[in-house]
């Protein structure tokens, strides 16, 4: 018999997370007092209400047993928190001088939260440091997953509660541990995301950039959100050592964490075999030969930027998910903005801080319809679908195929629903698959000549629910919509 539900456990776990965001919240309050600016009390009164809600749920709990977690309290816990996070973490924007209104608010913090870099701040150069950094920090907490940073840092989740609340919470097909205990595991993967984040500001800094704008892009790079503190984006720069940088950050944001890590240990050869990554470097390599052919049929202008830097810049940017954009693109023709959807929706690899389908299931699929292929022709053989040399299963294999079906699903009904209030069939579809896979990309009147803060409401709360589904990856967020998951 399937035990009930123990909400004094989610209760528990979702006030301890409270306290975490409580703290988190102090450093962009640091951050405008070292800039000598008002808004640091917004961040002060957003952690003390966080701090005490937090702790009321502490002590509300005390009393009723161990902090049990098993799969469904897992997905419970893993699908709230990322909308409680969402909602004390909007406060900044709401209460600071520059104040922004609730859905615009909710929408700006879920989009930095899930990393899809959406924006609905039309002049983010107005706002104070304090709320510039928030809103990159905000990028930096969810590249990796809030749960996993809970994991990295309360050690009594080192057990079976914090391996269903990772499972639930990882992107990808299987998740692998490198440790026998989950928190080690939570420890050694952000070990990896801080050290290249180090790295990164220190040679961003070195070059136009300074230390702060250097943090905050960072933050939006390593993590694949794609927020930048300028209004030109990482073209206020006009700098090529720039966006190379950022081009090689944002492709090691896009590979599996795990494999990084593995590195360490068993040297570049292991990543280097990774059949994984160099489907992840083809399809990188394939659509810049693609777009360079648009370029040259169209009789653009050459040089290098434009023949070389820009294109690898925007295909990187596209295919982890970043978001980053650079002037022009809109007018590259058509087959770019083809090219940009088909990025955005295959996304890069499982167990990466980026979003899309991701190049696993990708390649499973592929394995799936060859071995269709070969049944119709040898229809007694067995055939195995092998990705990086191990065999997936039946139920793996029907999962994957679920969640492309249910994703484009999802995208087909959402594009729909926006199309009612009158946007074109390519701006609609291209704001969805945007959101869905944590993206950030604009185009037509979300694009160069408008933004997401001109949407409706409506269509906003919609864009939200789709970045939350699309960063838990589907299932995660849509088991609670199933009236069984609550009877048992």
């Not at 499973?364 to 292929?373: D, L, P």
């Not at 939200?464 to 995660?476: D, K, Q, S």
């Amino acid at each position: 018999m399937i035990a009930s539900l123990n909400p004094y456990a989610i209760v528990r776990v979702i006030g301890r997370l409270l306290l975490i965001e409580a703290l988190l919240l102090l450093i962009p309050m640091l951050v405008s007092i070292i800039y000598l600016e008002d808004d640091w009390y917004v961040f002060l009164a957003t952690a003390v209400l966080a701090a005490v809600t937090g702790s009321v749920a502490e002590i509300a709990t005390r009393h009723n047993g161990s902090a049990v977690i098993r799969s469904r309290e897992g997905f419970i816990i893993t699908s709230v928190i990322w909308i409680i996070f969402s909602f004390f973490g909007m406060i900044p924007f709401m209460l600071c001088h520059d104040h922004i209104g609730f859905t615009d608010a909710m929408f700006e913090v879920i989009s930095g939260f899930t990393t899809t870099g959406a924006s609905v701040i039309t002049d983010v150069e107005e706002m104070s440091h304090g709320i510039l950094f928030w809103r990159a920090f905000t990028q930096w907490i969810g590249g990796l997953g809030i749960i996993l940073f809970m994991l990295a840092v309360l050690p009594e989740l080192n057990k079976a509660s914090g391996i269903s609340m990772f499972n639930a919470e990882a992107t990808g097909i299987t998740h692998d541990k490198l440790h026998p205990r989950i928190r080690q595991t939570a420890i050694s993967i952000w070990g990896i995301y801080v050290l290249i984040t180090l790295l990164s500001t220190l040679l961003l800094w070195a070059g136009p950039m300074n230390l702060f704008d250097s943090i905050c892009q960072t933050f939006a790079a390593i993590a694949t959100g794609g927020f930048s503190t300028r209004n030109e984006g990482v073209g206020f720069w006009h700098s090529d050592y720039i966006l190379s940088v950022l081009t090689v950050v944002m492709f090691v944001a896009g590979l599996n964490f795990i494999a990084l890590y593995n590195i360490r240990r068993q040297g570049i050869r292991s990543l280097l075999q990774n059949s994984i990554f160099r489907w992840f470097a083809a399809i990188v390599v394939c659509a810049y030969i693609l777009l360079l052919l648009s370029t040259l049929i169209r009789g653009a202008e050459t040089g290098w930027d434009t023949l070389f830097l820009y294109p690898i810049f925007h295909i990187i940017s596209a295919v982890t998910s970043t978001g980053f954009s650079i002037d022009g693109t809109e007018s590259w023709g058509p087959f770019s903005l083809f090219l940009t959807i088909f990025l955005m929706i295959c996304g890069a690899c499982a167990g990466s801080t980026s979003g899309g389908i991701k190049v696993d299931r990708m390649i499973a699929m592929k394995e799936n319809f060859q071995n269709e292929i070969k049944k119709t022709v040898f229809p007694k053989r067995t055939y195995v679908v092998q990705l990086n040399g191990s065999a997936l299963n039946n139920g793996q294999v029907t999962r994957i195929s679920a969640f492309i079906t249910l994703y484009v699903l999802i995208i087909v009904f959402s594009t729909a629903v926006i199309t009612l209030y009158g946007y074109s069939m390519t701006d609609s579809l291209f704001m969805v698959c945007s959101c869905i896979g944590c993206n950030g990309l604009g185009y037509g009147v979300t694009g160069a000549g408008g933004s997401f803060a001109c949407l409706p409401y409506a269509v906003k709360w919609l864009l939200m629910a789709v970045m939350l589904i699309g960063r838990l990856e589907l299932f995660t967020f849509l088991v609670l919509l199933l009236p069984s998951f609550w009877k048992r």
